[in-house]
């Protein structure tokens, strides 16, 4: 091994130009790429066959089509213009069905047919409400374009608009822009924060530029995905920033240190080559556990963003072990010119004081941890696509309110149901519209009055809600897409349903695949989470030959998660449950460092030293690293809360942003606490642990091919 690590040391330092081009030229490369990758908005594309809400999916597309839906009110109109206006939005291009005030007069074309039962649910004071199914999803181009006439045929000032296809529409139009400006904060930021934890003005630039090649690499190498999610899209750039800039900073100190030692650049690059490399391995293999086991996830938005987060971790690591040295030797005399003397004091202090309450920080975490591992799964989840709404302040947000004022919450239903009986498709569509939590319910053989025949109808209406094999009811429940009581609506309406068609009967609509998605996602949980512990686990226990050091490392990280996901319950606030489950899966694999970190001073220390000198000397040694990674991962995560209007994005940037935080505090203070706590048995078992590779060693036929050949 050791041999192989020089080997490559020597070729990378000796290669520098080759390689140098061969960064460059795939750079560009995925440049090109990067805007032919395409952005996911739709969750239910994620649910696996076997859900019932992906099958149901399955038969409306290939019968009706893969609809998206809006919601609109126009102010101040009359009823004759109200139907004007409706007649104008039928006939855009892409749009399917308008349910609007003078749905039965269009439909039948002539006064003496008109029910007008209806109108009130589509026409108070002054104001009309049409829902709107388009032809295609919600996130498809055409529906974005239908949209936009739309617009012009209300008038944006004149309108409201909601629902899921318009929401679709703002968040892709807002979260290329909402991800620059994140970026580009963070850039400055974290470059404030290398300046003050680095000796050169130009160090930090080199960080952020060999970072920069890397993201440039993962985002633009995504085009063998085809598409990632937007929930990907969003965040996998300023994370693989985040997370694996302690790569970088480790590589230069290490060079930085064998230099000043009296080494020329070329020797002492080799040299920092193959001492830091094995440690930066370790330390990206325990990111990247953690973020593989997230594509474990049956909900596939998980291996969606595993594989790409997994993918960014290994071109930061190729980035700075291949790229970063040249880049050094390159600008090593440019390094040297802008050094300037360390902004930040010894911090002996800090190690004396972690020392000092180690005894109450011990009975804080004793305290704490159980209420919070029960407190985090009592949470008020989110599962669907709630949770990707925009949030307080966004046009579409007020205008979903404005509507709800007027006209009331509507949750929309489609049923499908096998065609050949107009009699039990008439009494399934009264039913339902008996049901309490119904506003209406509308199909071809309920709204059509009795003794007239569909033949009546034009086949542009009559293709809305029927085709050869299938007819579609139209449903608004008056409740939220998701809530306790929504599920229980829908359960009732489902129930109803298959009592008139027990066989190939299907109901689709936000609140039954929000349902699917969390009892997916429920049961991801319980296998990522144990999975990701145990795979961290093992990580660290081949670091460290060691059964009991993993326990103690893991820890203080897993305290951190539990309180991290307890203070939205002590708070009183909601949660995304996709967040829950990937933040809980990336904290432990990203901030797990920081504990590797220190255990591995407080060893080296222990060697000279007793137990409480190693861990004051551990922390001081260690606490300029883990609050610099820590620091830009804490910043990182708050920028996301702060400039996305996503609220599941903004979301999963406060857990991001605050686990780091919390894990930066109890690796410096309950860890040290730990490790002088289990001084004993962790010497001992490092001791029995030396002892059987010097026995194995000692074994015959244990002599290396080169001891045999000598």
């Given amino acids: ?63 009706f089509g ?40 269009n439909v039948y074309s002539t006064d003496a047919f008109i029910k007008n039962s209806l109108t009130d649910r589509f026409y108070k004071d002054g104001n009309a409400v049409y829902q709107i199914i388009f032809e295609d999803g919600d996130s498809d181009a055409s529906t ?16 409201c608009f909601a629902g899921s296809a318009v929401s679709s529409k703002e968040r892709q139009e807002s979260i290329t822009r909402e991800i620059a400006m994140a970026i580009g904060m963070a850039v400055v930021i974290i470059w404030l924060i290398l300046t003050l934890t680095t000796t050169s003005w130009f160090e930090p630039f080199l960080f952020i530029l060999v970072m920069a090649v890397a993201i440039v690499l993962n985002m633009g190498s995504n085009i063998m995905f085809g598409r990632i999610s937007f929930f990907t899209f969003s965040t996998a750039a300023i994370l693989q920033l985040a997370v694996s800039m302690d790569y970088s900073i480790f590589l230069l100190h290490t060079y930085t240190a064998i230099k000043q030692s009296g080494v020329d650049s070329r020797p002492a690059m080799e040299a920092a080559i193959e001492k830091s490399c094995s440690s930066i391995l370790a330390s990206g293999a325990t990111t990247i556990v953690g973020f593989l086991v997230i594509a474990l996830m049956k909900f596939t938005i998980g291996r969606d963003v595993g594989f790409v987060l997994t993918k960014g971790i290994v071109c930061s690591l190729v980035t700075v072990l291949f790229l970063m040295p040249t880049l050094i030797l390159r600008f090593d005399k440019k390094i040297e010119k802008t050094a300037h003397r360390s902004f930040l004091p010894p911090l002996d202090g800090l190690g004396k004081l972690m020392y000092r309450i180690r005894i109450p920080v011990l009975a804080a975490a004793a305290f704490c941890a159980v209420p919070c591992y029960f407190g985090q799964s009592m949470n008020y989840f989110y599962y669907g696509d709630d949770a990707l709404g925009s949030g307080p ?3 579409v947000y007020e205008d979903s309110r404005a509507i709800e004022d007027v006209f009331g919450k509507s949750n929309v239903i489609i049923a499908m149901v096998p065609n050949g009986n107009v009699i039990k498709e008439r009494r399934l569509t009264e039913e339902l519209e008996d ?16 003794g007239i025949p569909e033949s009546f109808l034009p086949e542009s209406v ?5 085709t050869g094999s299938y007819a579609r009811i139209l449903i608004s429940m008056e409740n939220r897409e998701e809530s306790s009581y929504s599920f229980q609506c829908s359960e009732k309406l489902t129930e109803i349903v298959k009592k008139y068609y027990p066989e190939d009967s299907y109901v ?8 699917d998605i969390r009892d997916i996602l429920t049961d991801d949980y319980n296998r990522v989470s144990i999975i990701s512990l145990a795979g961290v686990a093992l990580v660290v226990m081949l670091t460290f030959h060691s059964v009991m050091v993993p326990v103690l490392v893991i820890i203080p990280i897993e305290v951190a998660i539990y309180l991290n996901m307890t203070i939205p319950y002590i708070i009183g606030d909601s949660m995304v449950y996709i967040g829950y489950i990937i933040v809980s899966c990336l904290q432990l694999g990203a901030t797990i460092d920081y504990s590797i970190l220190m255990t591995n001073n407080y060893m080296e220390f222990r060697e000279t030293m007793g137990s409480r000198d190693a861990a004051v000397t551990a922390i001081a040694k260690s606490a300029i690293s883990i609050l610099t990674s820590g620091g830009i991962l804490t910043v990182v995560g708050y920028l996301l809360y702060f400039t996305s209007s996503i609220q599941a994005i903004s979301q999963v940037g406060r857990l991001v942003g605050r686990g780091a935080l919390l894990s930066m505090i109890l690796v410096l203070s309950l860890l040290p606490a730990l490790l002088a706590a289990f001084d004993k048995p962790i010497r001992r078992q490092q001791q029995r642990a030396v002892e059987r590779r010097a026995r194995r060693m000692a074994r015959p036929g244990k002599q290396t091919c080169r001891e045999v050949q000598e």
Avoid: W
């Avoid at 560009?28 to 999916?57: E, M, R």
């Avoid at 974005?144 to 309108?159: L, P």
């Avoid at 009559?462 to 029927?466: G, P």
């Fill in 435 to 450: 049901q309490e939590f119904i506003d209406y319910a509308l199909s071809m053989a309920g709204t059509l009055p009795q």
């Fill in 144 to 159: 974005h374009k239908a949209i936009n006439e739309i617009y012009g045929i209300v008038g944006k000032d004149r309108g």
């Fill in 462 to 466: 009559t293709k809305q809600l029927r």
């Fill in 66 to 105: 893969y609809p998206g839906m809006a919601r609109i009110m126009v102010k101040d109109v009359t009823l004759p213009e109200a139907r004007t206006i409706r007649q104008r939005i039928s006939r855009v291009d892409g749009v399917d069905l308008v349910v609007g005030p003078d749905l039965a007069a």
């Fill in 1 to 63: 091994m050791k041999a192989m690590l020089k080997k490559m040391a020597h070729f990378i330092v000796q290669r520098g130009r080759i390689i140098e081009k061969f960064f460059i030229a795939m750079t560009i490369l995925c440049a090109v790429c990067y805007p032919f990758v395409g952005v996911n908005y739709d969750l239910s594309k994620y649910l696996p066959d076997f859900a019932p809400t992906k099958q149901a999916l399955d038969v409306m597309e290939q019968e």
């Fill in 393 to 395: 302040g966004t046009r």
């Fill in 508 to 515: 689709i609509g936000m609140t039954p695949t929000t349902m």
